[in-house]
């Protein structure tokens, strides 16, 4: 099973700057995709950005220009580089991992962080 933990979330204001970090429990390498989503209240969760094993990237129009995601393969970590944070992208940001393993797809969410952006 593959676990994932969340860091970085937190109190920031608007215009600010957070780093948010997602370490998995396994190797990545083989990974075929790991993506941020964010799930504000009484909205559905929704993608924010992600990753293929490749180094392919793709972002939600919101935060296109200015959230960044990366890899680093030997840390098995996946982070998210939020600048010009905005009050709106105020929610629980989700690390999740995709792929196969032992011949077995999996599908697995870490347990979320908070960040919250104040005007």
């Known amino acids: 099973q593959v676990q994932l933990v969340e860091s970085g979330g937190g109190l920031v204001q608007a215009g600010g700057s957070l780093r948010l970090s997602c370490t998995a429990s396994?190797?990545?390498?083989?990974?075929?995709?790991m993506g941020w989503y964010r799930q504000a209240p009484g909205k559905q969760r929704a993608l924010v950005a992600v990753?293929?094993?490749?180094?392919?990237?793709n972002y939600a129009d919101s935060v296109k220009g200015r959230f960044a995601i990366s890899r680093d393969n030997a840390k098995n970590t996946v982070y998210l580089q939020m600048n010009s944070l905005k009050p709106e992208d105020t929610a629980v940001y989700y690390c999740?991992?995709?792929?196969?393993?032992?011949?077995?797809?999996?599908?697995?969410w870490g347990q979320g962080t908070q960040v919250t952006v104040a005007s």
């Open positions: 999740n991992a995709a792929g196969v393993r032992y011949s077995k797809d999996f599908n697995s």
């Open positions: 990753i293929t094993s490749g180094g392919l990237t």
């Open positions: 396994v190797s990545i390498f083989s990974f075929n995709a």
